[in-house]
């Protein structure tokens, strides 16, 4: 019987990269409530990043110019599912005890009630909530890392995938981050 190596190589003799232990997650540090990490540990099924430019063309007479202000505002638009079954076998990342609704019911939680709910006591209490309460999306698979705004959260079922949870989520990329994946590590679980 052949044995088969963990790593396939390709015909050039160059192995691919290994995609299994590189997370999607969101977190949210707030100073009033530690860290709190979301993992997708079934990766979504469609993730697409937008990358607008602040141009303007402006048409004259005498032709055209174009005002340039740079980058915009990255839109961040993903959706998929949180799975059927509680996860029985370890994941290499840290993942959410619990089955597909109780992961669906948690990002609804961190995304919108706790975000917002920790903004708005932030406020309250005179405190900046941009200051007080950041969200990140960290993508280690695709090398992404932003500050994130979460715009829209839609949970959902459907008659053709009965036991599934299905989202789609959609963030606005604040600011980009150097480097993300310092945000997962040391953080307190």
């Known amino acids: 019987m052949a044995t088969y190596p963990a790593t396939p190589i390709t015909k050039t003799g160059v192995s691919p990269t290994l995609q299994k232990e590189l997370t ?4 949210m540090i707030s100073s009033m409530g530690g860290a709190v990490e979301y ?6 099924e469609e993730l697409t990043y937008t990358h607008p430019t602040r141009a303007t063309v402006v048409q004259t007479l005498g032709g055209a ?6 980058e915009g505002i990255v839109d961040i638009a993903m959706s998929g599912h ?5 996860n029985s076998v370890p994941l290499p990342i840290k ?3 619990g089955d597909g609704m109780a992961k669906a019911f948690s990002l609804r939680k961190l995304c919108f009630e706790d975000f917002h709910q920790l903004r708005m006591a932030a ?4 405190i900046d909530p941009d200051e007080a309460v950041q969200m990140y999306f960290v993508d280690t698979l695709n090398k992404a890392f932003f500050k994130v705004y979460p715009v829209s959260l839609q949970i959902r079922k459907h008659k053709s995938r009965p036991l599934l949870y299905q989202y789609q989520l959609r963030m606005t990329g604040l600011a980009k981050m150097t480097n993300g994946a310092d945000l997962i590590q040391g953080i307190p679980a």
């Open 95 to 97: 993942s959410m005890p």
């Open 24 to 27: 999607i997650a969101l977190v």
């Open 82 to 86: 949180t799975g059927w079954r509680a």
């Open 65 to 70: 110019w174009v005002d340039d202000f740079g």
């Open 39 to 44: 993992y997708f540990d079934l990766r979504p």
């Open 123 to 126: 406020a309250q209490d005179g």
